[in-house]
């Protein structure tokens, strides 16, 4: 396909000059190329900076029988390429007419063949096989988090904007339902309410930029393309080169971290429970109750031995949930056989969501580095 005079004009206007426009050639820039085209595919924009660098076949191959065996090279190597976006890279490739510019070549790929022999080529052909083009995330609506919006004119900023896609968003006039939520991002200007009595409130000053009242707008697209990440990572380490991406996927794992499935603190607080139902079975043998004692028990009263009993297996299951969950409750009825006591189990969730809540807000909107 012909470059247009309409699209070369078009390209002008998005470079700016003709110079800039020929360098962006010359180092191949198809992103480029594809972008000032409005989106035109990578194989065109290969065909557009071949055609600005001027056809190969022009003054050098003599005849169609060398451009036929042109073209039949260029696609045995583009059969090596393991993505679109490198076969399309190496459609550019022809042949050169420079002596000097040919011995340059040759000993880039000389040295290059030395470099990959010493390469693992199994890993790095698996490696090669995971590349793709970078997915565009799609809003996720979380209603566990509440923007709580202060100005009444940032309110309705935000309220018709893309924030609304991922969060409620609440007046400070109405702020109701906010008990409910495991993280309140209260965007002040003024200051006017009172929310000292919850736990889960992360104050965020009026005016602050999207993607520190919703992290998600800016760390949604890592977060899709983690896996994309670690293998440009992996593959770039083992060309001996660095990447941003290596710190792209550190951060993220730190943010994973900060995550707590309560869940995985639930099954804690049943095998806890379990385990101290048997230490107690185990200390039945040692109950011998005098008559006195015995009283005491028809009497509904706790013996004192019992109790020490109770206070001993107690303290070892609230040390067990600690080593377990991290966190320091014991949400049980201390009888026999020991029960979850539901309602303090409800509270311990709050709680361990607030501060969970606020301090994964907090890590998201972290600045690297602090």
């Known amino acids: 396909m012909a470059l247009t005079e309409k699209l070369r004009a078009r390209l002008l206007a998005h470079f700016k000059s003709e110079q800039a426009l020929e360098a962006?050639?010359?180092?191949?820039?198809?992103?480029?190329?594809?972008?000032?085209?409005?989106g035109a595919s990578e194989k065109r924009a290969a065909e557009m900076i071949s055609e600005i660098l001027g056809a190969?076949?022009?003054?050098?191959?003599?005849?169609?029988?060398?451009?036929?065996?042109?073209?039949?090279?260029?696609?045995l190597v583009q059969g090596y390429a393991h993505?679109?976006?490198?076969?399309?890279?190496?459609?550019?490739?022809?042949?050169?007419?420079?002596?000097?510019?040919?011995?340059?070549?040759?000993?880039?790929?000389?040295?290059?063949?030395?470099?990959?022999a010493a390469l693992p080529r199994p890993r790095l052909e698996a490696l090669l096989s995971r590349l793709s083009r970078p997915r565009a995330p799609q809003p996720r609506f979380d209603a566990g988090v509440v923007l709580l919006v202060e100005s009444g004119e940032e309110y309705e900023r935000i309220s018709r904007s893309e924030l609304s896609r991922y969060h409620r968003v609440l007046p400070a006039e109405d702020p109701s339902g906010i008990e409910e939520a495991e993280v309140v991002a209260y965007v002040c200007s003024e200051g006017r309410l009172d929310?000292?009595?919850?736990?889960?409130?992360?104050?965020?000053?009026?005016?602050?930029r999207d993607f520190e009242m919703v992290p998600e707008v800016a760390l949604d697209f890592f977060t899709v393309n983690s896996e994309l990440l670690a293998t440009v990572s992996e593959l770039r380490s083992l060309l001996g080169a660095g990447s941003a991406c290596t710190g792209a996927v550190a951060l993220l794992d730190?943010?994973?971290?900060?995550?707590?499935?309560?869940?995985t603190v639930e099954r804690a607080?049943?095998?806890?429970?379990?385990?101290?139902?048997?230490?107690?079975?185990?200390?039945?043998?040692?109950?011998?109750?005098?008559?006195?004692?015995?009283?005491?028990?028809?009497?509904q009263g706790i013996p004192r031995k019992v109790r020490d009993i109770y206070s001993r297996v107690l303290a070892t299951g609230r040390a067990r949930l600690k080593a377990l969950t991290g966190y320091d409750h014991s949400p049980y009825i201390m009888k026999y056989p020991v029960e979850v006591d539901e309602e303090e189990l409800g509270k311990v969730r709050r709680r361990i969501m607030a501060e969970a809540g606020t301090s994964l807000f907090e890590e998201k909107v972290r600045p690297p580095g602090r």
């Not at 050639?25 to 594809?34: H, M, Q």
């Not at 190496?90 to 007419?97: F, K, Y």
């Not at 929310?195 to 602050?208: C, H």
């Not at 040692?286 to 009283?295: A, F």
Request: charged residues 30%; hydrophobic residues 40%; neutral net charge.
């Open 24 to 38: 962006a050639a010359r180092d191949f820039d198809i992103g480029a190329f594809r972008e000032a085209a409005g």
């Open 56 to 75: 190969y076949s022009r003054g050098f191959l003599a005849n169609e029988r060398a451009e036929e065996l042109q073209e039949w090279v260029a696609g």
């Open 83 to 116: 993505t679109p976006y490198a076969r399309n890279r190496l459609r550019l490739l022809g042949p050169l007419g420079d002596p000097a510019s040919i011995r340059e070549h040759i000993e880039l790929c000389l040295r290059a063949k030395e470099k990959v």
């Open 195 to 208: 929310l000292t009595r919850l736990e889960n409130v992360v104050t965020i000053p009026s005016g602050a």
């Open 254 to 263: 730190k943010v994973r971290r900060r995550q707590v499935d309560f869940r």
């Open 269 to 299: 607080v049943l095998q806890v429970r379990d385990e101290m139902n048997a230490e107690l079975r185990r200390h039945a043998g040692e109950l011998q109750l005098s008559g006195d004692e015995v009283l005491e028990v028809l009497g």
